[in-house]
């Protein structure tokens, strides 16, 4: 099998792990090509607004496990490949030499044996920094199962790793991937948290993991706790959720048509209410087992508290703003500095960047709403004024290497 169709498989396999977006890797070197120190490598956007890409491939799709839900299981009938480990290096050096790419994601089935990946993965890695003296990006799956020394020796040279939690719960992991354990995943999780404490330039971009959603039945309230869990003990920088894609039939997971994709949303802003916002789970669902699916959650949770509102920006604390739909970190931030000099009005707040269209029911201005008959507004009309139409309608697909479609830009907002 050639080089070119390895990638085309391998490539494709790759798609249905998300957890590749990444940046904030300040690894010193003064040698050899490439860079992250400037402003960071990522699968999608930079702080700064940049797309950048990253060559995103498996190093093999043979696999000795049977997780119900994957493509590459070994109870698949599919085309099977594997790269050698100079074969992913020269791919990697001779696509960012052409500007393709400005990093590496590799991930891998297990083929063989745990050790045996890992360390396919641990000497692509050395291979790329030290032969070829690579200093771009790279972030690296740590396989479950697999040697410590292993893990610790590819942290080394990796930018960022990450193992994937799976499924929100024990019971669903043992119902759709009986060949791993808790433990298994979690031992290296916290491995890869306590050495990074302890060792400056161990994967000193953070690790990341991955949750499929959509595959069992367990409930939104569980997903972001755990979330919120992951994120205190271990440290991540991110959790990822992906939607599940149906791709076998398997009587063990439940009947999906298409991907949860509003709901795969709606998580990932709860996600970013508890990073970003100082939100808890308990907060977000208090009797509600999962996330409305017609309004965010930042929404859902005022709604259910009006008698904290109206706000008045001029006064509020920063706390209390950002808690405001509509209002976010940087908007709250410009409130603050700018009512030292003047009160605030509506016009004020829209030139700051406050999306007045969900503010407008929750704030006043020196005591006056946006529009009169605003006062007292019931929660069920302010809802029904701000549910998002035809969002589960819109085609949204994850982008692939090998894709010829021409994308449109993608214009993010505050929540």
């Known amino acids: 099998m050639d080089i070119l169709e ?42 700064d607004g940049r797309c950048i890409s990253l060559l995103k491939i498996l190093f093999t799709n043979e696999c000795i496990f049977d997780c119900a ?19 992913i290096a020269e791919l990697t050096i001779n696509f960012y030499k052409r500007n393709y790419i400005e990093g590496l994601f590799l991930s891998s089935a297990i083929k063989n044996s745990p050790d045996w990946t890992m360390e396919m993965l641990y000497k692509t890695v050395y291979l790329l920094r030290y032969k070829y003296q690579f200093n771009g990006y790279i ?25 994937n939690i799976e499924l929100p719960s024990e019971k669903s992991l043992k119902l759709l991937c009986p060949n791993k354990t808790k433990e298994s995943i979690l031992k290296p999780m916290e491995f890869i948290t306590k050495v990074g404490e302890e060792e400056r330039n161990f994967v000193s971009a953070g690790q990341s993991t991955q949750m499929i959603i959509g595959a069992t039945d367990d409930s939104d309230r569980k997903i972001i706790t755990l979330s919120q869990n992951l994120y205190k003990k271990f440290k991540l920088k991110r959790v990822y959720y992906s939607a599940y894609t149906p791709v076998n039939d398997d009587p063990r997971i439940l009947k ?23 939100f808890t789970a308990d907060e977000l669902f208090e009797k509600d087992e999962n996330l409305d699916l017609e309004v965010d959650p930042k929404v859902m949770w005022a709604l259910r508290h009006l008698d904290r509102f109206p706000v008045e920006v001029n006064r509020a604390s920063y706390e209390d703003l950002i808690r405001v739909p509509g209002i976010g970190i940087k908007s709250a931030r410009r409130i603050i500095k700018n009512r030292i000099f003047h009160s605030l009005d509506f016009d ?40 998002e139409k035809r969002v589960a309608e819109q085609k949204v697909h994850q982008l692939s290497f090998f894709d010829t479609e021409t994308f449109g830009s993608v214009i993010t907002g505050e929540i």
């Open 139 to 163: 972030h690296v799956k740590a396989i479950p199962y697999a040697s410590l020394d292993l893990i610790r020796k590819t942290g080394f040279l990796a930018d960022r790793m990450s193992v």
């Open 348 to 387: 004020d707040l829209k030139k700051i960047g406050v999306v007045l269209k969900r503010a407008k029911y929750f704030i006043t201005c020196n005591g006056k709403t946006y529009e009169r008959h605003l006062i007292d507004t019931a929660p069920e009309k302010i809802k029904l004024q701000l549910i």
């Open 256 to 278: 999906v048509e298409k991907p949860p994709l509003l709901r795969e949303h709606r998580l990932y802003q709860a996600d970013w209410l508890i990073r970003v916002y100082n």
């Open 6 to 47: 390895k990638l085309q498989i391998l490539g494709a396999a790759a798609k249905y792990d998300v957890s590749c977006a990444s940046s904030g890797s300040k690894r010193e070197t003064n040698y050899g090509i490439g860079s992250t120190f400037t402003a960071g490598i990522c699968h999608s956007w930079t702080d």
């Open 69 to 87: 839900y994957c493509v590459n299981r070994k109870s698949n009938d599919i085309k099977r490949a594997t790269f050698t480990p100079f074969e």
